[in-house]
């Protein structure tokens, strides 16, 4: 399956962004989706994941609270809407799927199946 991000922008702090994730060429529904992120400097990172038809949603704890992930199947589509945006939010944000879960490979974003460009996300002080 191809993943194609986009959504992100240069915000202020407080603010809101809705990241969006288009799946092309395989069955989307089959799939777990979820989103990572990778500031300069550092190693990529889980934020969010929802298992297939949005049964199980995990996230970093550092954004709950704060960052929902859906996804619109019919759509081919799974978003990351964003709210209180802050400075360490700041990061490329990129969109991925599995065709299992397995919440380990997650949470340390090893052995996941496919993995689309990411979306740039900015978020001024």
């Known amino acids: 399956v191809q993943l194609q991000a986009s959504g992100g922008g240069l915000v202020q702090a407080g603010a809101s962004l809705r990241l969006s994730c288009v799946g092309s060429?395989?069955?989307?529904?089959?799939?777990?989706m979820g989103w990572f992120r990778q500031a300069p400097g550092k190693e990529r990172e889980f934020v969010a994941v929802?298992?297939?038809?949005?049964?199980?949603?995990d996230y970093a704890d550092s954004v709950k609270d704060r960052f929902t992930i859906s996804r619109d199947d019919a759509r081919n589509t799974v978003y990351l809407q964003m709210n209180n945006l802050k400075p360490e939010d700041t990061a490329e944000y990129y969109c991925?799927?599995?065709?299992?879960?397995?919440?380990?490979?997650?949470?340390?974003?090893?052995?996941?199946?496919?993995w689309g460009k990411g979306t740039q996300v900015t978020v001024s002080s």
């Open positions: 060429g395989g069955t989307f529904s089959m799939y777990v």
């Open positions: 991925a799927a599995d065709r299992m879960y397995n919440a380990y490979a997650w949470q340390t974003a090893n052995g996941i199946d496919f």
């Open positions: 929802s298992t297939w038809g949005g049964g199980v949603t």
